[in-house]
């Protein structure tokens, strides 16, 4: 769990610092109607949620650290859905950003 946390600590450091050095410049989403509204959604519950999850992982570690087993197990029935769907909404989001953005 602490190198997940780790390699987790280490990605957003990472992509902090992209951003900081392209000076939170923005990829445009190309596509319209329907499609740009389901894009949005998504960004919008994904950057949402994913500001819980340090919050959530800090809380599950400490907790598992003192061997506080049932809480641990109350945050994280709460906490392991949002970190999966922060997982695979950012996967979904990078795909519809770079392979399968169209081109205008």
Do not use: C, Q
């Amino acid at each position: 769990m602490l190198s997940a946390f780790g390699v987790s600590s280490l990605f957003l450091l990472l992509y902090v610092s992209h951003k900081i050095s392209r000076s939170f410049e923005n990829t445009t989403f190309n596509a319209e109607g329907p499609l740009k509204v389901a894009y949005l959604v998504l960004l919008g519950t994904h950057v949402l949620l994913a500001m819980t999850v340090p919050l959530f992982a800090i809380a599950l570690i400490r907790r598992g650290l003192r061997d506080d087993r049932p809480g641990h197990r109350r945050i994280a029935r709460v906490g392991w859905p949002v970190w999966i769907y922060v997982s695979v909404t950012g996967v979904l989001i990078y795909l519809l950003l770079y392979p399968f953005n169209p081109r205008v």
